[in-house]
């Protein structure tokens, strides 16, 4: 990967250790119903947006109860705890980074524009960004992994995909970046996820990451800051 022309980020977990928070909220919601979500279930709705995980939550339990329900149910349970949510290491260091050195960055997320308020009520730093995706953004008919959230940041920042970083950690993120043409940090250590996108993308594309900060040591180290 050469020096980007911008780094495109997602949200839950990559700056914002929110995931496990996530999966607690869907875990618990199903339980009203009596059902229990696996391992595997709850990686599935890893990234997705809101709607489209209680669509699939709503299918897995089964019940006649509305949709809409289900995201009431949901909504109560997520709210209390996403206001505890907490930055990753290095993620303000980050931004600040990108910033100063006057590369473009986006905020492509699945959270929906009442999420990202109370999230960013407690992190305030999310406001740096000033180009921002989000999961009710009205100008594109899918979430991820469909590519349309991250074309649409691409198109906003007028970019080259081919030249962009996507940092993503769950599956459906990052399939949406890579079929938006964007070389992939992989934010996580699902080594399993990890080998399945460079069997359907190319190792060229893919590259994995520990910590946030070795994007600012790569960044330093092609552009020689």
Not at 86 to 95: E, H, M, Q, R, S
Request: glycine share 4%.
């Amino acid at each position: 990967m050469e020096f980007p022309e911008a780094i495109l980020f997602d949200l839950d977990g990559v700056l914002l250790d929110t995931e496990p928070l996530l999966a607690n909220a869907w875990r618990e919601t199903a339980k009203e119903y009596n059902y229990y979500l696996s391992k595997n279930q709850l990686q599935k709705l890893k990234g997705r947006r809101r709607i489209d995980c209680a669509k699939e939550v709503h299918k897995w339990i089964n019940k006649e109860n509305s949709i809409e329900e289900l995201l009431v149910i949901q909504k109560a349970k997520v709210d209390q705890q996403l206001t505890k949510a907490k930055p990753f290491k290095g993620a303000i260091d980050l931004i600040n980074f990108c910033i100063k050195i006057k590369l473009p960055i986006a905020l492509v997320t699945s959270s929906s524009s009442e999420s990202f308020k109370i999230k960013s009520s407690e992190n305030i730093w999310l406001n740096l960004f000033k180009t921002k995706i989000l999961g009710d953004d009205k100008s594109i008919s899918a979430g991820k992994p469909s590519p349309e959230p991250y074309l649409r940041a691409l198109r906003l920042l007028d970019v080259d995909p081919n030249k962009t970083w996507v940092i993503e950690d769950s599956y459906a993120g990052s399939v949406s970046g890579l079929k938006a043409e964007c070389n992939l940090l992989f934010f996580s250590k699902d080594i399993k996820i990890l080998n399945k996108l460079i069997n359907e993308f190319t190792q060229e594309k893919v590259q994995k990451i520990n910590e946030l900060s070795e994007i600012i040591y790569y960044l330093r180290l092609y552009k020689r800051i």
